[in-house]
Structure formats: C-alpha cells, structure tokens
C-alpha cells in the first residue's frame, strides 16, 4: 500500500520535472532567437511543398498526354468492336469526374499545408458542425456517383446482353485451362455439339460427346480468326482452374469459371489489316518492332490482335496468350474450309470412335471417288502388268473368308463399275501375307478370290466375266517385317483382263 503510494508521487514528481524543463528550453530558445528561425523554416517547407505540387500535377498531365496513343481507347487505339466505343466513352467520363477531383485535391492538399503552417501564435478555430459544409460534400460526390453508375449500368445491360436465338450470329467456344486456350468451331453445320466434362481424356481434351453428331465436324484451330461484321458468340468454360478470357483490342473480358459456363457476344469492327493501318499514321509505330534489328518490321507491321488470359491462373499464365487474326468474310470463309474436323482428324477409327462399324455419307462418295480414279487409271495403263488394282477397303476377319461388314462398299462400287462397262472383264486376285504356312496361305487367298468373285455374281454380274485366283503369299507387294507392310500383303486385287 505505501509502496503503491510511492510510486504513485513519484511519477507525479517525474512530470512535473519534465514539464518545467520544456517550459525553460522554450524561454531559453526565444532568448537565443530560435523561434524566428522555426518560422522561417515552416514558411520555407510549405513553399517546398507547393512548388512539388506544380512539379507533381504537371507531370502527371505531361506523361498522360505524351503516352496517350499507347492507352486503349485513345489515338490509334479506338476499340475494334461494336460494343468498345460505349466502354471507352464509360471510361473517358470516369477520367475527367476523377481527373478534375485529382487536380482540385491535390491543389487544396498543398495549399492547406502551407497556408496552416505551424505558427506560435496560431489558434485553430472552433467549428463543431456545419450543416451547409456537409451538405455540399455528401451531395456532390452522391451526384457525380449516381450519374457514373447510371451510365454504366446502362452500358452494362447492354454490352452484356445476350444473343437473340433469331438473329444471326456465329458461336465458338473459349476452354481455359493450364496453360492455353483450346477453341472450337461449330463446322459447317454451324452448331457446336455437347460436351461432357466426365468425357475428357487424353484423346478427347474437351469432352465432346461423340454421340451427338453436332461434334463430328466441329474442329479446333490453334489460332483465333473470325470475319469482320459478324455477330460472335463466344462460349466460355474452364477445365481446372479460373482463367479469364480477354481480348484487350475488343474491349472483351469474361472470367472462365470451371463447372459455370459463362458467354461474351461481341462484333469485331476492324480487320487486323485496318488495325495496322490506323497504327501506321502515328510515329510511335513507325519505328522498327525488334530494336535489335533496325531494318525488320516495323511495329505497326508486326501488330497482331492477341487473347490473353487475364487471371492469374498458375506459374505458366503467361503462355496462354493466342494471335487473334480479324479477316473479311471471304477470307474468313476459305480458312474455315481448311480446318480439319477433330473427329475426323484424331478420333475416326481409334478406340474413342463409336462409328467404326458405319461409314458417313460422304466417306461412302470418297472412297467411289478414289476407286473410279484408280479403275479409270488401270483402264488407261499401257502394259497388262499395270492393269491392276487393289481393292483398297475390301477386308475379311483374321485367318478367314468372311467379309468386314464395311467391305460391301467397296464391291459395290466394283459391281457398279462393271454394269456401266459391260465389256470389263476381270480375275480377282487374292493375296496374304508370310505368316502361317504356304499351303494354308495358298487355300485362304483361293477361298477369298472365290467369295469376292461370288459377290459380283449375286449382285447380278456375269459368271463368265470374272475368274478368281489364289496367289497366296507368293507375290509380296510390300515388306513382310511390319505390321503395316504385312497389312498391305494382305490385299484383294483386280486385274483388268478385257476392257
Ligand atoms: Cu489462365
């Protein structure tokens, strides 16, 4: 308890003393004339600080003037889509209610700072409320506040609007994962088919469902190239984990959520080509694109629209980024004509295939195609040892004579060709390749001659026009070391004996 009371007077005595020495330094520094010198540096700092003020506000306004035609939206950098000018214009309007706020603070700022300067004999006043003050600044940010969220609202319904199902548009499809962009196209149907995440393999990255035959001609391009004046839907999705798909020129920019399929429909107004031009008349684009190499392309040359992706979704992020080609709807046309079908390129055929025991229409005409070419040849070729062909989809199952159910495509195309020639007669020669023994080789090419050559008669075809004849693995077209070369030896031919 005394001990407490101790303390207690103790540091009371303590402040006292601390009090009284700060009262002497400041009789000892008015006697010594610092108080003038305090003055005059407070008045020297407050100048300072207006002078970084001007410094300040200058460059600010200098750099954004003198950098303005790298900024989007501005110089050669106006959007390229139908939608962008509204954004653009969002923006510049956000500018200048902020720019104005900027230069109006920041003038105040330092002025206040020099103006209210720390003076000994200055007191500061009393205002405890002022209702006119307070209704001035909630009432002018409240209104700047409301005209900017109106407008963008506005903007917003509209530039997210989607597509009506009558009007024509295009729709492909964006699918982010780590680390680049795979898109697909609808084909010539023009109809992207279904997908299913459960269906993503190593053969099949985007899980197309191949039961939907909307899939068969979608294709897959490594770039992005669309016609100009089209209305573009694009269909966003992720395959792990969130992207974001951006293309800065367009003023697009979707997040890709995996498991929440998101859209962005947008019409690209200018080609690369007229981007490029538009580029060309600012000098800042005229200079070489590699400074390294002075003589190469200039920049405006080497600009290509890009999609990026705008999330930071891993340590490969950066690679995701993809060229972007806008072309006119000719050109746009000729591109897509060239694309292969991902069915058709990687999937016909495989394991993934559930088609393998039916052909498509139009493989049915190419291969009729292929053989009335490779008939007409045999026809026309100058010595009876050319006059031959091999019935390039006519197969049996293994070690037996009973046709593949696809084989009778093939042999009605023969059976068609020799109702139209009546005067083509032919032996049917059957081959196999080394493996198992001479003679059992030599019986199974007679067996498969004899049921090939039985076709053609049932189909209607004269008995006396077709002979067949078993060569076995007597005469080898192609190595018997591989599979493939094997698979060849294995073959059915025609030899023109009368045409
Ligand atoms: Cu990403």
């Known amino acids: 308890m005394t001990t407490g009371l101790i303390i207690i007077v103790a540091f009371l005595l303590l402040a006292i003393v601390v009090v009284q020495i700060s009262r002497i330094n400041e009789i000892a520094k008015q006697l010594r004339g610092e108080v003038e010198a305090e003055r005059r540096s407070n ?13 300040f506000l200058l460059a600010t306004v200098y750099s954004a003037w003198h950098y303005k035609n790298y900024f989007l939206g501005y110089g050669p950098h106006t959007a390229a889509s139908e ?9 510049l309007i956000t500018l200048v209610i902020t720019g104005i706020v900027f230069i109006i603070t920041h003038i105040a700022l330092f002025y206040f700072a020099y103006k209210y300067k720390h003076r000994p004999e200055g007191r500061a006043s009393f205002m405890p409320h002022d209702n006119k003050l307070e209704i001035i600044w909630t009432a002018i940010p409240a209104f700047a506040m409301f005209a900017l969220v109106i407008n963008g609202l506005v903007v917003w ?4 609007a989607d597509v009506d199902p009558d009007e024509e548009y295009m729709e492909i499809e964006a699918m982010g994962y780590q680390f680049a962009w795979a898109l697909r196209y609808p084909g010539p149907d023009g109809k992207l088919g279904s997908r299913n995440y459960k269906l993503i ?12 035959l909307k899939n068969l001609d979608d294709f897959q391009p490594g770039e992005l190239v669309l016609p100009k004046g089209k209305k573009i839907r694009v269909r966003i999705t992720a395959r792990d984990v969130l992207h974001d798909f951006y293309l800065p020129q367009f003023r697009v920019k979707m997040d890709a959520v995996p498991g929440l399929p998101t859209y962005f429909v947008f019409t690209p107004t200018k080609t690369t080509e007229e981007y490029r031009e538009e580029l060309s008349k600012y000098p800042e684009y005229q200079v070489p694109y590699d400074p390294a190499d002075p003589t190469g392309p200039k920049k405006w040359e080497a600009f290509e629209y890009e999609l990026a992706c ?8 950066y690679s995701m980024k993809k060229i972007v080609k ?6 746009y046309d000729a591109w897509a004509r060239q694309q292969k079908s991902f069915y058709f390129s990687s999937i016909r055929g495989t394991d993934e295939d559930p088609y393998t025991d039916q052909l498509f229409d139009f493989e049915i005409q190419a291969r009729k195609a292929e053989f009335d070419d490779a008939l007409n040849a045999a ?3 100058p010595t009876p040892d050319e006059r031959i062909l091999s019935l390039k989809y006519v197969f049996f199952e293994t070690g037996s004579a009973t046709l593949t159910p696809l084989s009778k495509y093939e042999l009605d195309n023969l059976v068609a060709a020799m109702k139209e020639r009546e005067s083509l007669n032919i032996e049917v020669g059957g081959h196999t390749d080394n493996t198992g023994n001479t003679e059992s080789n030599q019986a199974l090419s007679q067996q498969r001659a004899d049921v090939v050559s039985q076709y053609l008669t049932n189909a209607g075809i004269d008995a006396s026009r077709v002979t067949a004849v078993g060569y076995g ?14 698979a060849n030896n294995r073959r059915t031919e025609i030899k023109i004996t009368n045409s």
């Not at 319904?157 to 997210?160: A, E, L, P, S, Y």
């Not at 393999?201 to 939907?212: E, I, S, T």
């Open 83 to 91: 939608h962008g000018p509204s954004i653009d214009k969002l923006f």
């Open 473 to 486: 693995q007597e005469k080898p077209r192609d190595t018997n070391d591989t599979d493939e070369g094997r």
């Open 326 to 331: 806008i072309v006119e709807q000719d050109e």
């Open 310 to 317: 705008a999330e930071l979704c891993g340590s490969g992020h």
């Open 201 to 212: 393999n190593g053969v099949n990255p985007m899980g197309q469902d191949w039961q939907d």
């Open 157 to 160: 319904n509209k530039v997210m």
């Open 379 to 381: 026809i026309a070729a």
């Open 43 to 55: 008045d020297r700092q407050g100048k300072y600080l207006f002078g970084f003020m001007v410094v």
